[in-house]
């Protein structure tokens, strides 16, 4: 695995190793010292040309438990002032002897810009490009999921398992590479949204699609509800907005007491953060004894040092 | 000399011999920790575990035999395609002033045992680090030297060793192939 | 200056071998050649009257950086156009009689294409007032075409008065169909590839529902109405109806909209971003029947060359459009006439006759070969396999997406009123 750009690329197998993979260094992290010489003397770029400070610390995190060197370049720009180009960043980048990119760009496609561009020699990780993919969310969904719901997971993947994605997928790069790895790893996938927030050209993706949450809560049993985030600017109603409120959202998608109460006792809970309390999920469905979303921060330094090792050790990454 | 070095009633005496071989240097079964290097330390360290257990009052095989995984603290990861990670388990009191016994197939460079002892720093402070091994076939690249051998085994470089399990393979052998004429 | 040269054995229009001799930029019996006429030996070459482009964006004044009006005369004559119709949106805009005189004597001065500016349909492209649309038609550049491209008159109280108004002097508004609402801030075509890419989508819709509009518009107030860049099955449905009801609509298509689909997005490569964006399959197979069948009347570059900067890039920040004038015919060819779908008269006519038409020109080109006829000549080599290679293009910019593709075909010579204004370098021995 020369680079992790998205989760559509990935085989089951490939997709099993890294869930596998995961799951040894999550136990590394439970001894006193948490720390692993494997990547020791390997430079790791934070590539951040959007901010998120979360996901940066937990990529950090996650090199440094490997010992690799990391550097943290915050890049400006955006498509309306362009800033240092793509291809600047990135030619200085490898004259600094970066093994690997860890990228996050506003741009749908940044990430294979960079990985097929020939500026750069090392491998690329896609940490959230645009609208388009974040594999790296979608693997540590996986893993949380595996680790809940599935028997001695080792070696497994998803298999029979259903899985509702809630909220605007149209706008979603995290719904995007959950589908994608969901379908790899045999789970069945129901996206639960206003018409407005489904992509016109949905029609080959191996998912069910329902416009409201009561309506899927109807439907076949659920074993893990992902409520992604909503953005208040979307929702103002009037001109361009895709929902007329952000009261009528809640009230229709929103995941509160009541309707957590109707899914089955088994099934968990999962936000990809930051939440909007209120909005798409209540604090009460937030807060409950089945929501893993904490866990799902932990799981991603795992799943993100097991991403780093796979890319960055072995001689076909020299 | 190739071909099967060792057959199985070979490798039984050999780990019997080893298993008292411990007994005897530390003086009894207290403390004593064994940690098998995945793939095949892993088997042999379960039947060292076994054989101590049957002499020894009180000794838990199950509760004081482990794995010690040492993928992560190789110093050849990228001249290989990458590896699998394999699975570390300890006691559940870990491996504190432990005498740790680590388990292995074959002693040859001794690069695996360093990296074994990289492990084991980062796992817990044991009170002490003994190596068992079932062949030693020489060519040390590393000043690292084995407690416990199970028979040596001169060789040349170009020559292979392979052992097998039944745990793993189905049989118990240990052959020795290749060399140049 | 050669001043009488003779084209030997070429077929002309696609068809019979014959010979074609040029005495002082005029066509004329080869009898009637002087012994001292220079031979050029055209045995396997086909001969087109000078094509004319309806759609090129020379982008001086303003972005000289990334073209001039002499880099794209250059292009123009290597690409075997002997006319060519400059877009108004330069910096300053093209809505006064000064700034089109300016491009048109800055043309005449290089000499290598014909260069008739195209008028802003408002001022300052703002869609807000209409531009001194005759004044420019009564400058010395006589404005007949008047666009906005780049952008769409979007009102439609402007749209019909500017159909209205250009009646007056015999002009024509091309209109770059495009909802400026249902497109805000679409990046490529709305359907199955962009919602997997995660790019904000261009419906087909809002280029269907101006062109229906417009036609309408058109054929309530009795003018002409031209549609650029045509791109989806929908709007050629919408002007064949319209062409049925007798409504004066003409419509072009681009090569690229004759040859890629949304499929080459998937590299986000921005070479192959373009507005309209490149469609689907099936738009691309309805493009190609309407401009066999006549619903589509032409063939239009939409030459729009960029500088590297704005193409090398993030995708989402990098400008729309793709270089043409070198590799249309190639491209042409390779679609249309190779397969069978139109001959090399029909390429004449598409590419030469009735852009001169629809841009009132007619009287210099678009003419036919035939004696007493001015020489404006484009001699094809349709044998001439070739490579695109971008660097070696005469345009000052390389956004070509076409680059490491195999064409068919190319010009080899390009003569306007009898001067070569391009000469493959095998026939440039002839003219020493």
């Known amino acids: 695995m020369k680079h992790l750009l998205g989760t559509q690329d990935l085989s089951r197998e490939e997709a099993v190793l890294i869930l596998d993979t995961a799951t040894q260094m999550a136990a590394t992290q439970e001894r006193e010292i948490r720390k692993l010489p494997t990547l020791r003397g390997k430079t790791v770029v934070n590539l951040f040309f959007e901010d998120s400070t979360r996901t940066r610390i937990s990529f950090e995190a996650a090199a440094k438990r490997l010992s690799a060197d990391v550097i943290n370049f915050s890049a400006k720009g955006s498509s309306v002032s362009k800033g240092e180009s793509l291809k600047d960043t990135a030619l200085t980048l490898q004259a600094m002897g970066a093994d690997a990119v860890v990228i996050r760009h506003w741009a749908s496609g940044a990430a294979d810009q960079l990985a097929h561009g020939g500026w750069l020699h090392g491998s690329v990780l896609n940490a959230g490009d645009g609208t388009h993919q974040h594999p790296t969310q979608a693997l540590l969904d996986a893993y949380t999921m595996r680790r809940h719901l599935v028997d001695g997971p080792d070696g497994k993947g998803l298999d029979g398992l259903h899985v509702a994605i809630v909220g605007d997928i149209l706008h979603s790069r995290v719904a995007r590479s959950n589908v994608h790895l969901l379908t790899t790893l045999g789970a069945k996938v129901t996206l639960v949204a206003p018409p407005t927030l489904i992509p016109v050209g949905i029609g080959p993706w191996p998912v069910a699609v329902v416009h409201g949450l009561d309506a899927a809560l109807d439907g076949p049993e659920i074993d893990a509800v992902m409520m992604l985030r909503v953005q208040r600017e979307r929702m103002t109603g009037g001109g361009t907005a895709f929902f007329p409120s952000p009261q009528e959202y809640t009230r229709l998608f929103g995941l509160d007491g009541q309707r957590m109460a109707r899914l089955p006792e088994h099934a968990i809970i999962m936000h990809p953060g930051p939440m909007n309390r209120g909005l798409e999920i209540s604090a009460e469905a937030a807060d409950s004894p089945r929501s893993v979303i904490v866990e799902q921060v932990a799981n991603g330094v795992a799943v993100r040092m097991a991403a780093l090792y796979l890319l960055l050790s072995g001689e076909e990454h020299m | 000399m ?180 | 200056m050669i001043k009488a040269f003779i084209i030997a054995g070429a077929r002309v229009y696609g068809e019979k071998a014959a010979d074609v001799a040029v005495v002082d930029g005029v066509i004329v019996p080869v009898a009637d050649a ?248 099936e738009d691309v197979q309805a493009v190609r029947e309407g401009l066999a069948d006549g619903t589509i009347d032409i063939v239009a570059t939409d030459h729009a060359p960029h500088p590297s900067e704005d193409k090398d890039c993030e995708w989402a920040a990098a400008a729309c459009g793709m270089t043409g004038l070198e590799t249309a015919l190639g491209i042409v060819q390779s679609v249309m006439v190779d397969s069978g779908l139109m001959t090399w008269r029909d390429v004449a006519r598409v590419m030469s006759t009735t852009p001169a038409a629809i841009g009132r020109v007619s009287q210099w080109h678009g003419r036919p070969i035939a004696v007493g006829e001015p020489a404006h000549l484009t001699l094809v080599d349709p044998r001439a396999e070739h490579t695109v290679d971008p660097s070696t293009h005469a345009s000052r910019s390389r956004n070509s997406p076409y680059a490491g593709r195999v064409l068919p075909g190319r010009a080899v010579a390009t003569f306007l009123r009898g001067k070569p204004t391009f000469l493959d370098p095998r026939l440039e021995g002839a003219f020493a």
């Open chain 2, 2 to 181: 190739t071909g099967t070095i060792l057959g199985p009633p070979d490798i039984d005496r050999a780990l019997t011999r080893i298993a008292h071989e411990i007994l005897e240097r530390n003086g009894g079964a207290a403390n004593i920790v064994l940690l098998g290097i995945p793939t095949r330390g892993l088997p042999l360290a379960q039947r060292l575990a076994a054989k101590i257990a049957t002499v020894e009052q009180g000794f838990d095989a199950v509760e004081r035999c482990g794995a010690l995984d040492i993928t992560m603290y190789r110093d050849d990861l990228n001249r290989q395609p990458t590896r699998t990670i394999g699975p570390t388990t300890l006691p559940s009191q870990g491996i504190d002033d432990a005498v740790v016994i680590l388990v292995d197939d074959v002693f040859h460079t001794g690069r695996t045992i360093r990296a074994a002892l990289d492990a084991v720093k980062d796992v817990g402070r044991p009170q002490s680090v003994q190596l068992a091994v079932l062949v030693d076939r020489g060519h040390r690249e590393l000043p690292i030297r084995a407690d416990f051998v199970g028979k040596n085994i001169p060789t040349a470089r170009s020559e292979r060793v392979d052992v097998h399990l039944t745990e793993i393979d189905g049989d118990d052998a240990v052959i020795l192939t290749g060399g140049e004429r």
């Open chain 3, 34 to 281: 002087p012994s001292t006429a220079v031979r050029i030996d055209a045995d396997g070459l086909v001969l087109l009257p000078g094509l004319v482009d309806l759609h090129t964006h020379l982008r001086e004044p303003g972005r000289e950086d990334a073209e001039t009006i002499e880099t794209g005369s250059r292009a123009a004559a290597r690409g075997g156009w002997t006319a060519i119709h400059a877009m108004a949106n330069t910096t300053p805009v093209a809505d006064t009689a000064g700034v089109v005189e300016q491009v048109w004597s800055r043309g005449r001065e290089i000499g290598l294409v014909d260069v008739y500016p195209v008028g802003a349909v408002t001022v300052g492209l703002k869609g807000e007032h209409l531009s001194e649309m005759g004044a420019m038609a009564n400058s010395r550049a006589r404005v007949r075409l008047f666009s906005d491209d780049g952008i769409c008159v979007y009102d439609p109280v402007i749209m019909r008065r500017a159909l209205e108004y250009v009646k007056s002097f015999d002009g024509v508004v091309l209109q770059h169909a495009q909802d400026l609402r249902l497109t805000e801030g679409s990046q490529m075509h709305e359907g199955e590839v962009s919602a997997e890419l995660g790019l904000t989508g261009w419906p087909a819709v809002a280029e269907e529902s101006i062109v229906a509009r417009d036609v309408l518009l058109a054929g309530h107030v009795g003018s002409r109405v031209h549609i650029q860049h045509l791109s989806t099955v929908g709007s050629v449905d919408i002007v064949r109806w319209a062409k049925s009801r007798g409504i004066q609509v003409t419509a072009e298509a681009t090569p690229h909209h004759l040859f890629l689909t949304h499929e080459e997005a998937r590299t986000y490569n921005p070479m192959f971003k373009v507005n309209p964006p490149l469609r689907t399959a």
